[in-house]
């Protein structure tokens, strides 16, 4: 079972994303309060526990949000979903947007470590219905009836 184990949002740009225990998912913007939410195609960003991990192994402690995504997620291989993949946590559905982005130079874990899994790992969606979501929450591809 794929889940949702954290949540994070940074209420100004530029600043590190913290953990919360709850998040609204808003239709065609985002996460409510989180910075980096508006009316665009990366409003919600998502990475992979498995991603985290990789990089843990090169010695380096990371909490989440320090790869500056909104959902970390375990079980479920984000990176190999094709773009228009549906994702469903609880009421709400994301829809895959992009995969990847190009990092930034001065991005402290590229610089501690030489290498950063964002760009590679890590997914981007909009929101295209809105919901409460909470860590430990199940989210999985939406599976349409025909």
Do not use: Y
């Amino acid at each position: 079972m794929a889940k949702i184990e954290a949540i994070c949002i940074s209420e100004a740009r530029g600043t590190r994303k913290h953990p919360v225990e709850s998040a609204w998912l808003v239709p065609d913007w985002g996460i409510q309060g989180d910075a980096h939410a508006g009316h665009w195609h990366r409003q919600v960003s998502l990475l992979a526990v498995e991603s985290v991990d990789k990089m843990r192994g090169k010695g380096i402690e990371l909490a989440p949000g320090d790869f500056a995504e909104n959902l970390l997620v375990s079980g479920l291989a984000l990176k190999q979903l094709p773009v228009g993949t549906v994702l469903a946590a609880g009421e709400a559905r994301l829809r895959v947007t992009q995969i990847g982005k190009e990092c930034h130079n001065d991005c402290e874990i590229r610089r501690l470590v030489g290498s950063c899994v964002m760009p590679t790992d890590g997914i981007f969606a909009e929101v295209i219905r809105g919901g409460e979501i909470r860590p430990g929450d199940e989210i999985h591809l939406e599976v349409k009836e025909e």
